[in-house]
């Protein structure tokens, strides 16, 4: 997790929708940014409509949606990998707005769209859009309080935001318009028009309202979880309402054969030496074998466990129905029938909203402002100036785009693309070619 500035408290999110049904990001929104799809994005063929000469490449290539939107296909580079079913990531995603795409140094491509605030807002994926109403409008005042916060914005109505925010879980996931379409998004996009502007705010600035998937039984304070100045509306609560999430108890059992895999490729365990037990105290695990013991931090021992499990045997990690193999750090470690025995509670930073725990308290008929107001000490919406435009820093790492107006008024670096399909291509300079 991330750690809070003093100065300026910057949070790391962990998102939810991936748990709420079981292990494939379910019945909505996932919430990883490198959501990937084994659709091939192929290079235009035939002749181009025009093409970007050599000798004056640019490095950047702006298209504007006109009122439209936008479908992009990325291709990242090729890489060797040890990992069992391997399938190189590809970006698959609907833009509103304006897509900017710069070639890297390394010559990889970086994608930025720049989209109106309540846009962007609307292709938020946190939560599913089924959860009840009090729920998704709690999470939409939530998602917006927390973007004006982290990037500092201080403007009047409607001027544009100059700090671009990410749109993975190190900011809050965004992913656009849903491909496919879903059409029960809409009752997400109907919370957020429903509070449109409503934000929770500290003194007169928007407060960080960071927030989780599921608790353990409390939240946190954000001088606990982050090790930032505490925060008065970020103070520990009791959770009593997050009990329907699929992480709120969970027990995983990892055979000692797997486990010694698993540190060994981590650099954690020699290699073809036996584990025989692991044990847990304090944030401290220790792992004992035939060539001894080895002592590691939680932290350590969980992402080896999380990283090789689901690459070396997806089949088995993680297991039906959780996101990741160990969810959390709230857990004991035991030794039990030749393997290790972890038995914990639920998922995320644990400072703030609780997800689930606001999807509770809105079926006992809280309303969004109620269950704010318990997150947040005592905080309420209040209306508040918001930007006219956002940018938001997409995805990086690219080797190419391909990208399909859905009207025919785009432009393409000012000049009107009409239904003609762009291909952008990174290296050694940035390459544009156009093709019907």
Not at 394 to 408: D, E, K, N
Request: include cysteine.
């Amino acid at each position: 997790m991330a750690a809070l500035e003093p100065a300026r408290p910057r949070f790391r999110l962990v998102a939810v929708a991936l748990l709420v049904a079981g292990a494939a990001c379910t019945p909505t929104p996932a919430p990883r940014a490198d959501r990937t799809t084994s659709e091939p994005a192929t290079a235009p063929s035939g002749p181009t409509a025009s093409a970007t000469p050599t000798s004056e490449a640019p490095s950047s290539a702006v298209i504007r949606s006109s009122g439209g939107s936008l479908l992009v296909r990325g291709t990242y580079p090729r890489v060797a990998s040890r990992c069992v079913r391997y399938h190189p990531p590809r970006l698959l995603a609907r833009y509103p707005g304006t897509l900017s795409v710069k070639r890297s140094d390394d010559g990889t491509l970086a994608l930025t769209v720049t989209l109106p605030f309540e846009d962007y807002l609307e292709g938020i994926a946190e939560v599913p859009p089924s959860w009840p109403r009090a729920a998704l409008e709690a999470q939409a005042i939530a998602a917006r309080s927390y973007a004006l916060a982290t990037t500092g914005w201080e403007g009047a109505e409607g001027e544009a935001l100059k700090t671009p925010i990410c749109a993975t879980t190190s900011c809050q996931v965004y992913r656009g318009i849903p491909v496919p379409f879903d059409p029960t998004v809409r009752r997400w996009f109907a919370a957020v028009r429903h509070t449109s502007g409503e934000v929770l705010l500290y003194g007169d600035r928007p407060a960080d309202t960071v927030y989780f998937s599921t608790s353990n039984g409390r939240t946190y304070g954000n001088d606990e979880v982050f090790g930032s100045a505490p925060l008065p509306y970020l103070r520990p609560a009791v959770e009593r309402d997050d009990g329907a999430s699929p992480v709120s108890h969970w027990r995983v059992r990892v055979p000692f054969d797997d486990l010694a895999t698993f540190l060994h490729e981590a650099g954690e365990w020699p290699q073809h030496r036996t584990v025989s037990s692991v044990g847990l105290e304090s944030s401290t695990v220790t792992v004992r074998g035939e060539s001894g013991s080895r002592s590691m931090d939680l932290t350590t021992f969980r992402d080896a466990v999380n990283v090789w499990g689901p690459c070396l045997k997806p089949g088995r990690y993680p297991p039906s129905p959780l996101p990741v193999t160990l969810p959390s750090r709230w857990m004991t470690l035991s030794s039990s029938g030749g393997a290790a025995v972890a038995v914990g509670r639920g998922w995320g930073h644990g400072a703030g909203m609780v997800q689930w725990g606001a999807y509770g308290k809105a079926l006992r008929g809280l309303p969004a402002s109620d269950i704010l107001a318990y997150y947040y000490g005592g905080l309420r919406p209040q209306i508040y100036p918001e930007p006219g435009l956002i940018h938001v820093r997409v995805v990086s790492g690219l080797t190419s785009i391909r990208v399909v107006p859905s009207r025919p008024r785009a432009t393409l670096n000012g000049e009107a693309l009409g239904s003609e399909r762009v291909t952008i291509t990174g290296g050694g300079e940035l390459t544009v070619t156009t093709r019907p």
